[in-house]
């Protein structure tokens, strides 16, 4: 069974920080390309940031310089680390891994920065 679940989430206030983490089972972990999106109250879910297998990793231009990403293939987990949060970062952060055609996602985490 394929499951990828998200830890980490929780309130805080503007400009602090939060490590998201989201463990993977049941799938070739190492082969997948791992995204985090986030989905604000009200709107779509967008991408945050992704790393690809070999570790190459690119971000949305709201999270550069503040968010990153990184991937611990011996532990099967995808991390984002948060800093300098902001209001608008505030909503439920999904894991999601591709791999060739398949797309998984974990079940979100939620995330609320208070000013």
């Known amino acids: 069974q394929v499951q990828l679940v998200e830890s980490g989430g929780g309130l805080v206030q503007a400009g602090g920080s939060l490590r998201l983490s989201c463990v993977v089972s049941?799938?070739?972990?190492?082969?997948?390309?791992m995204n985090w999106y986030y989905q604000a109250p009200g709107k779509q879910r967008e991408l945050v940031a992704r790393?690809?297998?070999?570790?190459?990793?690119n971000y949305a231009d709201s999270v550069k310089g503040r968010f990153t990403i990184s991937r611990d293939n011996a532990k099967n987990t995808v991390y984002l680390q948060m800093n300098s949060l902001k209001p608008e970062d505030t909503g439920v952060y999904y894991c999601?891994?591709?791999?060739?055609?398949?797309?998984?996602w974990g079940q979100g985490t939620q995330v609320t920065v208070s000013s």
């Open positions: 999601n891994a591709v791999s060739l055609a398949t797309s998984r």
């Open positions: 790393i690809d297998t070999r570790g190459s990793t």
């Open positions: 049941g799938i070739q972990f190492s082969i997948n390309v």
